[in-house]
T-cell receptor, first 112, second 115 residues
Framework: NAGVTQTPKFRVLKTGQSMTLLCAQD?????MYWYRQDPGMGLRLIHY???????AKGEVPDGYNVSRLKKQNFLLGLESAAPSQTSVYFC???????????FGQGTRLTVV | EDQVTQSPEALRLQEGESSSLNCSYT??????LFWYRQDPGKGPEFLFT???AGEEKEKERLKATLTKKESFLHITAPKPEDSATYLC????????????????FGTGTLLAVQP
């Protein structure tokens, strides 16, 4: 069972470059999320989606955009990367509003 | 504002030395408290969900309990393979500008079990 798969696993960007992180889930979950994890800050929600074609802002959305064109995929875009976006990014999915979230393995992004 | 605080930040145990991790929370209507385990370089792995005060869940050497203000993760006779960061998260009824399904995470407890 693949669960939640993130690509790429590692990436180094120069300031101002753009990139897209891909998240794919094979559990037919309605809800998908993007989090960032920084030392001492815990996991913080960037954007989330409650179904295909829907997206919404989370706790720290600035500098990021997302799209959910297919139910199984949730894309996170950085239009103009900044050093403050150096972090580990996690995608997660859940069936509904009460169940647990399943996480991917993470993408370690460094912006220099 | 909903908040989750975990303590201690780090804990070092000898193999077989039982202990507990704490997760204190303030939420507007708890819709679930979740415990996750995270190994270095990996994503969080789900352990338990608790929904109401008095509820308990067990899995091998781990036991999670819940009161109206906090949750404990009890580790009985830990082994080195239990070494990891343990994360606590809550889901509440509060509407964060539309983010009604938001999971609020604590910063975790880093557990090291020495042989």
């Amino acid at each position: 069972n693949a669960g939640v798969t993130q690509t790429p696993k590692f990436r180094v960007l120069k300031t101002g470059q753009s990139m897209t992180l891909l998240c794919a889930q094979d559990m037919n979950h309605e809800y998908m999320y993007w989090y960032r994890q920084d030392p001492g800050m815990g996991l913080r929600l960037i954007h989330y989606s409650v179904g295909e074609g829907t997206t919404a802002k989370g706790e720290v959305p600035d500098g990021y955009n997302v799209s959910r064109l297919k139910k199984q995929n949730f894309l996170l875009g950085l239009e103009s990367a900044a050093p403050s976006q150096t972090s580990v990014y996690f995608c997660a999915s859940s069936m509904g509003t009460r169940g647990q979230a399943f996480f991917g393995q993470g993408t370690r992004l460094t912006v220099v | 504002e909903d908040q989750v605080t975990q303590s201690p930040e780090a804990l070092r145990l000898q193999e077989g030395e039982s202990s507990s991790l704490n997760c204190s929370y303030t939420v507007s209507g708890l819709r679930g408290l979740f415990w996750y385990r995270q190994d270095p370089g990996k994503g969080p792995e789900f352990l338990f969900t608790l929904y109401s005060a008095g509820e308990e869940k067990e899995k091998e050497r781990l036991k999670a309990t819940l009161t109206k203000k906090e949750s404990f993760l009890h580790i009985t006779a830990p082994k080195p393979e239990d070494s990891a960061t343990y994360l606590c998260a809550v889901r509440s009824n509060m509407n964060y500008g539309g983010a009604t399904n938001k999971l609020i995470f604590g910063t975790g407890t880093l557990l090291a079990v020495q042989p």
